[in-house]
């Protein structure tokens, strides 16, 4: 079974930066993509960064310039850097991975999984 468990959130006031990080667990898996989703109070769920196995990333346009998605793929971790936060960046912000998970020898199955969520407030 693989979980990913999220960090980071927090209260910061406008102009302030938070990091978010992301760690997948388990055993007998290997990372493809990874990302970030935030849903705000009576909206979707949107998009935030996403980051592929060689590092090619894609940013809502929201929060290009100022937020950056990395990986350290040795440690299946994703991170976000968030700078200059707004207050509309305020959301539940969530981890995203597609995973390949052995299933027997020979034989893997792509899933996707969620971690629980990490709260970022921006207050103006």
């Known amino acids: 079974q693989v979980q990913l468990e999220e960090s980071g959130g927090g209260l910061v006031q406008a102009g302030g930066s938070l990091r978010l990080s992301c760690a997948a667990s388990?055993?007998?898996?290997?990372?493809?993509?990874m990302g970030w989703y935030r849903q705000a109070p009576g909206k979707q769920r949107e998009l935030v960064a996403v980051?592929?196995?060689?590092?090619?990333?894609n940013y809502a346009d929201s929060v290009k310039g100022r937020f950056t998605i990395s990986r350290d793929s040795a440690k299946n971790t994703v991170y976000l850097q968030m700078n200059n936060l707004k207050p509309q960046d305020t959301a539940n912000y969530s981890c995203?991975?597609?995973?390949?998970?052995?299933?027997?020898?020979?034989?893997?199955?792509?899933?996707?999984?969620w971690g629980q969520g990490t709260l970022v407030t921006v207050s103006s």
């Open positions: 995203n991975a597609g995973v390949m998970v052995a299933v027997r020898p020979g034989f893997d199955k792509y899933i996707e999984i």
């Open positions: 388990g055993s007998g898996f290997s990372v493809n993509v």
């Open positions: 980051i592929d196995s060689v590092d090619v990333t």
